[in-house]
C-alpha cells in the first residue's frame, strides 16, 4: 500500500456535516458541561508519514468532530502499528491512538465516540486499506462499502460496524 497515493481533499459537505455535529453537541450543553471525560474531547494522537495527503484528510474530519488532534509525523508508520498492536492484515495509512485504544486508518468519528462510549474490550479499531468515501477519502466518483474492524492484541478480530455507501456512476 502506498500512502501517498491516497487523495487529500475534505469535501464540503463532509465540512458541513462536522461543523453540524459540533454545533448539536454545544447546543445541548455537553461542551461546556461535562469537562475531560466527555468523548468527543479526547485527545487524538495521529502518526502519519510526511507525504500522506488522505491523512490529513482524515485529522480535519476528527478536528471538524470535536477532537482535539496531535499530528505526529514518523518515518516509519508500520513501528507504531506494530507498537500498538494492530494487525498487519488491517493496516491503512495512518494510525492513531484515543483513551488507549488504537485506531487504524480512515475510522469516521461517529465509530470513535462509539469506541469511547461503551469502551468495549478490544485494542483498537480499524478500516483496512483506504475505501474511496470514506472520511479523509472523499471522491467524486465512487464511494465504496467499508466494515470498521475491532482486533484485539490475541488476533480477534470481529465486525464493529458497516458502511454501505451508494455508489454514483462516473
Ligand atoms: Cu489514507
Same mark, same amino acid.
Not at 454545533?23 to 507525504?51: C, E, F, I, K, N
Not at 493496516?91 to 475510522?107: D, K, N, W, Y
Not at 468495549?120 to 483496512?128: L, M
Not at 480477534?156 to 460496524?161: N, P
Given at each position: ?5 491516497? $487523495?487529500?481533499?475534505?469535501?464540503? *459537505?463532509? /465540512? ?14 455537553? /461542551? ?57 492484515? *488491517? ?11 488504537? *485506531? ?27 475505501? *474511496? ?33 451508494? $455508489?454514483?456512476?462516473?
Amino acid at each position: 500500500m502506498n500512502p501517498t497515493s491516497c $487523495r487529500g481533499h475534505t469535501s464540503f *459537505l463532509d /465540512l458541513l456535516l462536522g461543523l453540524g455535529a459540533v454545533a448539536a453537541v454545544a447546543s445541548g450543553g455537553g /461542551l461546556l458541561s461535562a469537562g475531560a471525560s466527555t468523548p468527543a474531547l479526547m485527545p487524538v494522537t495521529a502518526y502519519r508519514s510526511a507525504s500522506c495527503g488522505c491523512c490529513k484528510g482524515w485529522l480535519q474530519h476528527m478536528r471538524a468532530n470535536g477532537f482535539t488532534v496531535r499530528d505526529v509525523v514518523v518515518a516509519d508508520v508500520d513501528v507504531v502499528k506494530r507498537r500498538l498492536g494492530v494487525p498487519a492484515r *488491517l493496516a491503512s495509512c495512518h494510525t492513531a491512538e484515543v483513551a488507549g485504544f488504537a *485506531l487504524e486508518g480512515h475510522v469516521p468519528a461517529a465509530d470513535v465516540k462509539r469506541l469511547l462510549q461503551r469502551r468495549p474490550p478490544v485494542t483498537g479499531i480499524a478500516v483496512p486499506g483506504m475505501p *474511496l468515501g470514506s472520511p479523509g477519502m472523499e471522491s467524486a466518483f465512487a464511494k465504496e462499502p467499508f466494515t470498521v474492524m475491532a482486533f484485539t492484541r490475541s488476533g480477534a478480530i470481529t465486525t464493529f460496524s458497516q458502511h454501505p455507501q451508494v $455508489r454514483t456512476e462516473p
